[in-house]
DNA sequence: CCCTTTTAGTTGACATTTAAACTATTCACA
DNA sequence: TGTGAATAGTTTAAATGTCAACTAAAAGGG
């Protein structure tokens, strides 16, 4: 009797832990889905994720955001968003507005071209992920979200006790 | 009657198409447990994530791989993997050996001491994913875990229509 | 008011990663 | 058997990312 052919990752994945098997699965997947979405990102508008990344947080906060806020949301280093930033600028799709109650603050905002450039993009990109995460059900979605919620606020209470 | 407070990012995530919302958050917990790993493996290993990842692929492959069968696996680039595999070599924990039948073919291995270290650290590493994932029962990872399969071969199916 | 500490942001050195060009080898096959 | 196409791996340039040191400004306490 022939054993079901299943592919080599799947086979090694099985022999571990379920934390681990299911921490390489939600690996793989993450890696797929942002190889797919920088690829697009790339041949549709010559612009890469953490540009996109920056402008959709601005996108959400049409009066700006600081560095170090934009910092916190994006989950890198305040060097790295300074840099993202700089190009961006260059490009003219974000400004850097000084705030007048505190002068070491640069509130970060989306320009009418960059607002612009941003819409077209992110529509498709909605349409990318969307397509992706057709195979799930909305009522899987919804669980797996839950799920993640609870993970993360958990992964954040370990932080805080040995970090 | 007040609203129930809610954080930021959650508030700005249920404005959203389930599918992008759901993505956002796999983003998010993704880069929160990936960075603490890579933090713990700093400060536990003086190693990082990369070189712990591909002495990972070997681990599972006592025979060895190719450079072109770890970049798949790795789901990185090959440039990438030449690299990594470079340091682990210098610093004695793998090995490349030509293969006698195609001289273009380089077969990784872990080295004696590869084995050793990667044994030291695996054990802690399974501690810390084991730990980020109590949150989660058996059957909700397990869950999870099958959702994340259907989606990986979703993906890859739409890779091979418009790539 | 002065001095110390904290906070916001930038800079510089360096590691990682990708994409594309390149070298060497093998394969397909006329 | 010779030649063009495909494959394995490396190299290079540019973007991204971290970390630690730095500057400037604000806050807090005597």
């Given at each position: 009797m022939?054993?079901?052919a299943i592919d080599t990752e799947t086979r090694?994945?099985?022999?571990?832990?379920?934390?681990?098997?299911?921490?390489?699965?939600?690996?793989?997947?993450?890696?797929?889905?942002?190889?797919r979405t920088r690829r697009l990102l790339q041949e549709r508008?010559?612009?890469?994720?953490?540009?996109?990344?920056?402008m959709a947080q601005l996108?959400?906060?049409?009066?700006?955001?600081?560095?170090n806020e934009l910092s916190r949301r994006m989950m890198v280093t305040g060097g790295n968003v300074t840099g993202i930033t700089d190009m961006l600028e260059q490009e003219g799709?974000?400004?850097?507005?000084?705030?007048?109650s505190d002068r070491r603050v640069w509130r970060v905002r989306l320009t009418r071209a960059g607002r612009r450039a941003f819409a077209a993009m992110a529509q498709e990109?909605?349409?990318?992920?969307?397509?992706?995460?057709a195979e799930l059900s909305t009522r899987e979605m919804n669980a797996m979200a839950g799920l993640l919620g609870r993970l993360k606020t958990h992964v954040r209470s370990l932080e805080g006790s040995d970090a």
């Amino acid at each position: 009797m022939p054993k079901p052919a299943i592919d080599t990752e799947t086979r090694a994945e099985s022999d571990d832990h379920g934390a681990i098997r299911l921490w390489l699965r939600m690996l793989a997947t993450n890696r797929l889905v942002e190889t797919r979405t920088r690829r697009l990102l790339q041949e549709r508008f010559a612009t890469t994720l953490p540009r996109f990344d920056l402008m959709a947080q601005l996108e959400r906060s049409p009066q700006g955001l600081r560095m170090n806020e934009l910092s916190r949301r994006m989950m890198v280093t305040g060097g790295n968003v300074t840099g993202i930033t700089d190009m961006l600028e260059q490009e003219g799709l974000v400004e850097r507005v000084a705030d007048p109650s505190d002068r070491r603050v640069w509130r970060v905002r989306l320009t009418r071209a960059g607002r612009r450039a941003f819409a077209a993009m992110a529509q498709e990109h909605e349409r990318w992920i969307v397509d992706a995460f057709a195979e799930l059900s909305t009522r899987e979605m919804n669980a797996m979200a839950g799920l993640l919620g609870r993970l993360k606020t958990h992964v954040r209470s370990l932080e805080g006790s040995d970090a």
